[in-house]
């Protein structure tokens, strides 16, 4: 079984050729979602051949990830990126192009997939996971089920979980107070540009003011920059009981590139430590095991399935 995985993120996409859980050969390659999608689809199939030229055995299975609402396999809403791509003829694509029908999932689901079968939630049935980036993407698996519902959202808006009333914030789904609204990267720009504390901030500096920069305003010390990681640790700490609550997972995964921050990690399990009702016993937090490579991992699994 070899698995041609697609991970299409916000500013990149990411293809492998997996078999036995392995990832064997990746290609990575920068992308403008805001780009039309038949430029996007030539790259993938150029990728796709220099992929195949590598290996001497075909794929047997193809699978996309997209950062959107996918419902039974076809997308149903974008949220902005890759316009076109609900009313794309996904399926007749990927017969023409590789000679396989093609196996869509949400992202953050695929993540989750990922680690059920390979990396960070292995043994576990029963796991919700958040990615940390742009925005917050969630999944949720309960008896080693992904969760779908009628229209594919059960578990995957968890991102979109209010936190906050006394100040709620506009957030890029409609809704107001979102956790990502709080913590999602976009969200630690504009409250940095917000901030009365601004102009004083080594923050000022930055066109984009990210987790990283955020790092390494904590490093010098920057009022700031604390302030910033101690609101958006708050912020997930909270989102991440309000999954606990609503799904009763064994283990939380938190993915993305922020989780490389030592110390978020940590803080979000010692704030799910100290506040979730869970009178059995505390719930494991970890980060993803291969921050690089769950999505494709999950695209594979899934063809085990
Ligand atoms: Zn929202």
Redesign the pocket.
């Known amino acids: 079984m070899l698995t041609l995985a697609i991970d299409m993120g916000g500013s990149r996409i990411k293809m492998g050729l997996v078999a036995d859980g392995t990832v064997r050969e990746t290609a990575i390659f920068p992308v403008d979602s805001a780009a039309p999608l038949a430029q996007t689809l030539h790259e993938i199939e150029r990728w796709a051949d220099t992929l195949a030229e590598r290996s001497s055995v075909r794929p047997t299975h193809v699978g996309l990830a997209f950062p959107g609402i996918v419902h039974k396999g076809k997308i149903v809403s974008c949220n902005g990126k890759y316009a076109g791509a609900e009313k794309f003829d996904w399926q007749g694509w990927a017969l023409e192009r590789f000679g396989k029908p093609i196996d869509i999932l949400n992202d953050a689901a695929a993540a989750l997939l990922g680690e059920l079968h390979f990396g960070a939630a292995r043994g576990a049935e029963n796991a919700v996971l958040l990615m940390i980036g742009t925005g917050i993407g969630a999944a949720a698996a309960v008896n080693g089920h992904l969760l779908e519902g009628k229209h594919f959202t059960l578990g995957m808006?968890g991102?979109?979980i209010?936190i906050e009333m006394q100040h709620p914030r506009k957030?890029?789904?409609?809704?107001i107070g979102?956790?990502?609204?709080w913590a999602g990267t976009w969200a630690i720009n504009e409250l940095a540009h917000e901030s009365p504390l601004f102009d004083g901030s080594c923050l000022r500096r930055m066109a984009y003011v990210d987790y990283r920069a955020v790092a390494q305003g904590m490093e010098q010390n920057d009022p700031l920059s604390l302030r910033l990681f101690d609101g958006a640790v708050a912020a997930l700490g909270m989102g991440a009981v309000n999954l606990v609550h609503a799904y009763d997972p064994e283990v939380v995964i938190l993915g993305g590139g922020p989780t490389h921050i030592p110390s978020l990690c940590e803080k979000i399990a010692a704030y799910v430590r100290q506040y979730a009702w869970t009178p059995w016993g505390t719930v494991d937090v970890k980060t993803t095991e291969n921050p690089e490579t769950s999505v494709l991992l999950g695209l594979h699994a899934r063809s085990l399935m």
């Open positions: 808006l991102g979109h209010a957030c890029s789904c409609g809704n979102c956790l990502e609204a």
